[in-house]
């Protein structure tokens, strides 16, 4: 593998399945000097706790660190749209000298003077972790004078990677949930789904026509009051491990909620997790149920899948995502569609998700964490990949090397969970892949279009 690689102390980063014996090396920070994929800690902690519909987002640091992640997701409310803002104290160069706490105060009480949120999340930022303002105490003075909830957000961009803002996000939910007392069986919370493009209604459709009541959502279209009440769940489901394990295990701990690994990708996974939620709950009638729903939507989606496979013959593709829980799906996705995966990598990836993606794919397939661009470029060129799955910082990449791509990520405005989005990404996966415009590239060989 060193001849291939831009940076040597990344080797340990990039494997071959079959070549080398080695695990590869995952969970760690990102090397100095190399301009990984990778989002902020601050980013990590905001992308969780966004979809909150009826918080006020506030970021205290430069105002750059707000542009970053405003408005970045496609998650969708039936209630408030508050947390389509952003907030920012947007500290200048005499804050830095003297400290941004005052302005920090005066921005929460306008906050509450101009929109009465019942929650206020205030997000640490690098340059807040330099100066070292008291967030904390800040934040309880603010809760106590305006009698609502204002939670500390310890996310400061330079603290480490992604999962480390993942895990702050959790540590400021966690705040949030009360013990009620009261346990409902047959209701489940699901975790890491943020709604986008309505993601998490059509899971809440499946699950309510196998009698099973959705609690609360972690954290898409949730609310404040809503998450109060995640105690009561007899059961925890999660799709974004990445983002979400710590806070099923603290439930775990804390309120005895027992918790499972789901995925709504594709038809095969789809099924298997309806299955699974059935048995973790014990409910036979559930898993009767889902079945039904399991028979009739794969009669229904099946043939639109296998008239795309016909077109996507021969076709390879490369996945650079956040997670390693989806990286799975994705190549468990594509083999339905009838495409090899030969180059596959995540940002937070772990080990044991690595070690799964090592038993699913092809000998030759290279598979890398915390990959750069330079290497995403080099693997893709030398793998011959047609197509990458990735998300917004991986789409000018392969539009200029001349790849087709597809946005599995934040700015989406299309579900691509369950059946639906099973033909969604089939569908998208077509109309990039087969799109004239390749015919305009001097060496084109992606022409199928009809
Ligand atoms: S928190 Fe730090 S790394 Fe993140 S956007 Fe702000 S300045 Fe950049």
New binding site residues.
């Given amino acids: 593998m060193g001849e291939a690689l831009v940076v040597s102390d990344r080797e340990e980063f990039i494997t071959t399945k079959g070549r080398q014996k080695q695990p590869i090396k995952c969970d760690a920070d990102s090397i100095a000097g190399c301009v990984s994929q990778r989002a902020?800690v601050?980013?990590g902690a905001r992308v969780v706790l966004n979809p909150i519909t009826d918080a006020a987002h506030l970021v205290h640091?430069p105002i750059?660190?707000a542009s970053?992640t405003w408005d970045i997701r496609g998650s969708l409310s039936s209630g408030s749209e508050l947390y389509r803002n952003a907030f920012s104290t947007d500290l200048q160069e005499e804050d830095v000298i003297f400290g941004g706490g005052k302005k920090l105060t005066a921005a929460i009480d306008e906050l509450v003077g101009k929109y009465q949120p019942k929650l206020i999340f205030v997000y640490s930022?690098?340059i807040v972790g330099v100066i070292g303002d008291d967030l904390n105490a800040i934040c309880k003075a603010a809760a106590l004078k305006h009698e609502i909830e204002v939670i500390p957000v310890q996310s400061?961009?330079?603290i480490g990677n992604k999962s480390a803002g993942y895990r702050a996000a959790c540590d400021a939910i966690l705040q949030l949930l009360q013990p009620t007392g009261i346990k409902k069986a047959n209701s489940i919370n699901y975790l890491g789904d943020y709604n986008l493009a309505g993601e998490a209604w059509i899971i809440e459709s499946y699950l309510r026509e196998m009698g099973i009541e959705l609690n609360v959502v972690f954290t898409g279209d949730s609310s404040s009051e809503k998450l109060k009440t995640a105690t009561q769940a007899s059961l925890n489901i999660m799709q974004c491990a990445g983002s979400t394990n710590y806070l099923a295990g603290k439930m775990e701990e804390l309120y005895h909620i027992p918790y499972i690994r789901v995925s709504f990708l594709g038809l095969q996974d789809t099924a298997d997790s309806l299955r699974q939620i059935a048995a973790a709950l014990g409910n036979e009638e559930a898993a009767r149920k889902a079945e039904i729903l399991i028979a009739r939507e794969s009669a229904r989606i099946q043939p639109v899948i296998d008239k795309y496979r016909r077109k996507f013959a021969g076709k390879k593709a490369a996945v650079y995502v956040g997670g390693g829980f989806k990286a799975i799906s994705l190549i468990k996705q594509f083999r339905e569609l009838g495409m090899e995966v030969v180059m596959i990598g995540t940002q937070t990836g772990r080990k044991e998700e690595y070690e799964t993606i090592n038993s699913l794919v092809a000998d030759g397939t290279v598979i890398l964490d915390d990959a750069n661009p330079a290497e995403l470029e080099r693997f893709m060129t030398k793998q011959g990949a047609n197509l990458l799955v990735g998300g917004v910082k991986e789409r000018p990449l392969a539009y200029k090397l001349g790849i087709a791509f597809i946005d599995h990520n934040h700015d989406r405005k299309h579900p691509l969970s369950g059946y639906v989005g099973a033909v969604n990404f089939a569908r998208e996966v077509y109309s990039t892949l087969c799109s004239p415009v390749w015919n305009y590239l001097p060496d084109h060989d992606r022409g199928d279009v009809v």
């Fill in positions: 902020c601050y980013c640091g750059g660190c970053y930022t690098c400061s961009g330079f």
